[in-house]
């Protein structure tokens, strides 16, 4: 996991930035705000998600740590991936997409590019338990977070989401307890559930 890039900015195109760190150049694909806000030459920090994909390693960047908790989490939702995650996040601040969230608001949703009233619906019915209330950002426990890191690992893997959710369930069954491994050690466990299945 790459939770941050720091280092003169090398290049910006359109979406995204190319930041030099430690003589090495990170493409970090960004929106449009976050890109407004950064000068050829001068140095940048950006908070980072990387997306494993079977033949991809992507990384995305944010204005700020709120908004990429933001991406990652839209991301649980079924049907979302880190393109519409990322369009939500720069359609919606992070404060507002709570909101919309929440209060059920599918036409603000909807204004996002890649979601129709469908994927709002869905969106709202699989979030709203989670995504807490307008200006406070959710808590969320160590179990959460594993469940997260694990199924999108698998859904980077080429899984779909049926599968990784069973893989978990399945993981988290072997663990009933706070006291867990480390996350490679977990997703290795997915996996070999998975291969079983």
């Not at 003169?8 to 990170?26: E, Q, R, S």
């Not at 944010?62 to 359609?91: I, Y």
């Amino acid at each position: 996991m790459i939770s941050f890039v720091r280092g003169p900015v090398a290049a910006l195109t359109l979406n995204a930035v190319v930041v030099d760190v430690g003589g090495l150049g990170h493409h970090v694909l960004c929106t449009p705000g976050t890109i407004a806000g950064l000068r050829l030459g001068q140095e940048a920090q950006l908070p980072t998600s990387l997306v494993v994909r079977e033949d991809s390693l992507t990384l995305y960047g944010f204005a700020d740590t709120e908004e990429r908790d933001m991406f990652e989490l839209v991301q649980t939702a079924s049907g979302v991936g880190p393109k519409v995650a990322q369009a939500m996040v720069a359609v919606l601040p992070p404060d507002r997409l709570r909101t919309a969230i929440a209060s059920a608001d599918h036409a603000a949703l909807t204004q996002v590019p890649g979601i129709g009233r469908k994927g709002a619906e869905r969106i709202i019915l699989e979030l709203k338990d989670r995504i807490g209330a307008p200006g406070i950002a959710p808590a969320q426990t160590p179990a959460q977070i594993w469940r997260a890191q694990v199924h999108e690992a698998l859904l980077g893997l080429g899984y779909n989401a049926k599968d990784a959710d069973r893989a978990v369930e399945h993981v988290a069954e072997q663990h009933p307890t706070s006291d867990v491994p480390e996350v490679p050690t977990l997703l290795r466990e997915a996996l070999r559930a998975l291969s079983k299945a």
